[in-house]
């Protein structure tokens, strides 16, 4: 787009100051363009790639956890019916 224009015949017609505004504002177009495809989109990729991990990462966790807890009642209710046991021994 900004190729095909005559920068004299813009200067002519609008002037240097317009001129240069016109093509400050297209330079800012271009660079938040660039910035967007090259940095934004990669990097919001990235962060949706990591937050998946880290959710499938939570799932594990929590199933870990789950069994430990599950281990941790047997145990406690093995402990507690071989402390009931131990009384009624020592009390006969």
């Not at 949706?48 to 499938?56: A, G, K, N, V």
């Not at 807890?69 to 145990?75: A, D, F, H, P, V």
Request: net charge negative; with cysteine.
């Amino acid at each position: 787009m900004i190729a095909d224009i005559d920068f004299v015949s813009l200067i002519e017609r609008f002037g240097v100051t317009l001129t240069f505004l016109i093509f400050l504002v297209w330079c800012v177009y271009r660079g938040g363009s660039w910035v967007g495809v090259n940095i934004l989109l990669p990097l919001h990729q990235r962060h949706m790639l990591f937050i998946d991990r880290l959710e499938s990462g939570i799932g594990e966790v929590t199933k870990a956890q789950t069994d430990s807890m599950k281990i941790l009642t047997e145990i406690l209710s093995q402990t507690k019916e071989l402390e009931a046991l131990h009384r009624k021994v020592s009390h006969d």
